[in-house]
């Protein structure tokens, strides 16, 4: 990545950790064996790491090892959980429950299964969270179910796992969380929020791109999936396909290290987004923040600066990684089903931004990005007249 290029995109994919590359390393080169290679001691020895992974995973969960399935990503984890489910376990009268703001890869296994099963959708509220009394409303009148983020990826809002999953366990349905997000950066008890199945993608932890797991609850309840790719016997039986080891030992170390530094990582990236946000609100009067500014996910901070259109703006700082969205919808022209759903449509909509810090952003590059972004703003505005918003 070029030197002069300041990222902040955290939230579309974090850089990896050396010291998690440094982990990856010796699984491509001298302990290359396929881990299900039982008969030789290099098979063995994959399969050794693999488990280890498996269990500091586990550990950040608060899981069992056994329950965890390693796969290529959280959009597989989450075509698995949902379609697997449903494909297993569902009833004529069971349904889907999910809300308007959920990741693509919800949306669309959601699309997919209507065809099948109804969906129904529960409200949000301002900042996209989840309404609890409208989830109620729904559970008491369906059972299946429930797919919910942990945090949104554009907005950055946190739900309330913990009420989700004791109304879900109430009125006798199951949960799924997309915590792509979250994982590595919020603390997450599988057990006492109540979840069954639950996805995670390395990349948004500092890990490597193509490794993800999903969770799957084994005792109490027993959660049981229809696979959905057909090959051999691994993971339970669950995904078939010989494992991405040097992956996945990428992820478990980066899930280590998010264990040992989530509370210093999470100071570290708000002290960072406060500075910006500052400054943002100092030189532009307009400015407006969406989503739980300030209370949700630390390091995300999403925001609209009226009149402007975010693509052209970014066209003009190409030094500034940042982005207009969710990275899997930012090449779409439309604005952000995630904004529509909070109310911010129109040209609001296309006039925002998302800021994502990561753990090795540093307050130079935040103070010199916010600078840049100002500058061009007032230089926008100056050729269009419209200069009495920017102090």
Known sequence: MSESLIYLDGNATTPLDPLVLEEML??????????????????????????????QIAKLLEAEEKDIIFTSGATESINLALKGFVEFNFLPENALISTAVEHKAVLESLDYLVEQYPVVEVEVDRTGQVNLDSLEDVLSENSGLVSVQHVNNEIGSVNNLYAIGALCRKYESFLHVDAAQSFGKLPIDVNEMNIDLLS?????????????????????PRIRLTKQQHGGKQERDFRAGSLNVPGIVGLGKAAELAGERMVSDNAYVKNLTEIFRQLLSDAIDDVIFNGPAGKGLPGNLNFTV???????????????????????TSELSEPSHVLRAIGVVGDKALATLRVGMTRFT????????????????INIRKKTGNVEQVS
């Open 362 to 377: 540093t307050e130079a590059e935040v103070r010199k990005a916010a600078e840049l972004l100002i500058n061009k703003v």
């Open 26 to 55: 010796p699984y491509f080169k001298e302990d290359f064996a396929n881990a299900a290679s039982f008969s030789h001691v290099a098979g063995r020895k994959s399969d050794a790491a693999v488990e280890k992974a498996r269990g």
């Open 200 to 220: 995670i993608s390395a990349h948004k932890v500092y890990g490597p791109k193509g490794v993800g797991a999903l969770y799957v609850r084994r005792r109490r």
């Open 306 to 328: 009226p009149g402007l259109d975010a693509r052209e703006l970014l066209c003009e700082l190409p030094m500034l990684a940042m982005s207009t969205g969710s990275a899997c």
